[in-house]
C-alpha cells in the first residue's frame, strides 16, 4: 500500500468515515466470534460495554485496498531469528466460528526481538484482551500479526522486512517453552477475513491474493 494511500483518510476524513464504522462493525463481528477454550487468533468479546477498545481499533486500521492486487512481490521472511522451530502449526476450522488455530507459534525467549515479516505499515500496536500485539498491513490487502509482544512500534509507522517491531514476552497459551511468537497472516476485513498459513508467505514463488471487492 502507498504512502498516499496510508495517508488519505487524514487529507479526508468525511470520505472515511463510512470506512470507519465499517471497520468498527467488522471489528465487533470479529471479536465475538464464539472460541473454544485455549488460544485462539480471534480475540473473545465479552459484551461488557467497552467503546474504546473499538474505536482504538477503527481508528488505528487502515483502509483495504479496493484494487485488485496481483502478486505481493515483497520479501517475506521468519519474525523471530534466527529461524525458530515452529511448536504448532497452522490449523484453518471449516468454519469460523469451529475450533482451529489460525496462525503458527514459534519458539522464542523472553525479550527477543521480534521483526517485521515483510515491509508495511503498522496498524495497530497496543493491548486487546490483555493481549499484547503488533499487526501491520502489507500490499494487496494482506495483514500479519505478532503476539504477545511488547511494542516498539506504532500505529502509522512504515516498517521494513527485518525493521525491528518489539520484543517477545513469556505467557503465551499452550507454549511449552519459555517463551512462544504466535505468528499470524489474514486477508480482507476483519469480519470476513481469510486466515492463510504464513509460513506460505516464506515460499520461494509470490503469494497470490485473491482482489479484494470495492463497496
Not at 27 to 38: D, H, K
Not at 164 to 177: A, E, F, K, S, W
Request: aromatic share 4%; glycine share 12%.
Amino acid at each position: 500500500m502507498s504512502l498516499h494511500a496510508a495517508t488519505s483518510a487524514f487529507r479526508h476524513p468525511s470520505k472515511h468515515r463510512m470506512q470507519a464504522r465499517e471497520v468498527v462493525h467488522s471489528t465487533e463481528m470479529a471479536l465475538s466470534q464464539p472460541q473454544p477454550s485455549g488460544h485462539d487468533d480471534v480475540v473473545r468479546f465479552r459484551r461488557v460495554g467497552c467503546p474504546g477498545l473499538i474505536l482504538a481499533v477503527a481508528l488505528t486500521a487502515s483502509p483495504v485496498a479496493a484494487t485488485a492486487p496481483g502478486d505481493t512481490g515483497d520479501r517475506f521472511d521468519w519474525p523471530l531469528r534466527p529461524r525458530p522451530a515452529v511448536t504448532r502449526h497452522f490449523d484453518k476450522p471449516q468454519e469460523r466460528w469451529n475450533r482451529g488455530h489460525r496462525g503458527v507459534d514459534l519458539a522464542g525467549l523472553p525479550d527477543q526481538r521480534v521483526t517485521a515479516a515483510g515491509p508495511g505499515i503498522v496498524v495497530y500496536a497496543g493491548s486487546i484482551a490483555g493481549r499484547t500485539l503488533v499487526s501491520i498491513e502489507h500490499d494487496g490487502g494482506l495483514r500479519t500479526t505478532y503476539e504477545p509482544i511488547t511494542p516498539l512500534v506504532k500505529p502509522g509507522q512504515r516498517v521494513g522486512e527485518g525493521s525491528v517491531i518489539g520484543t517477545l514476552r513469556p505467557g503465551h497459551p499452550g507454549c511449552d517453552g519459555a517463551a512462544c511468537l504466535h505468528w499470524g497472516a489474514l486477508h480482507g476485513p476483519a469480519s470476513t477475513a481469510n486466515y492463510l498459513d504464513p509460513l506460505g508467505l516464506l515460499a520461494a514463488t509470490p503469494l497470490r491474493l485473491k482482489p479484494l471487492q470495492a463497496g
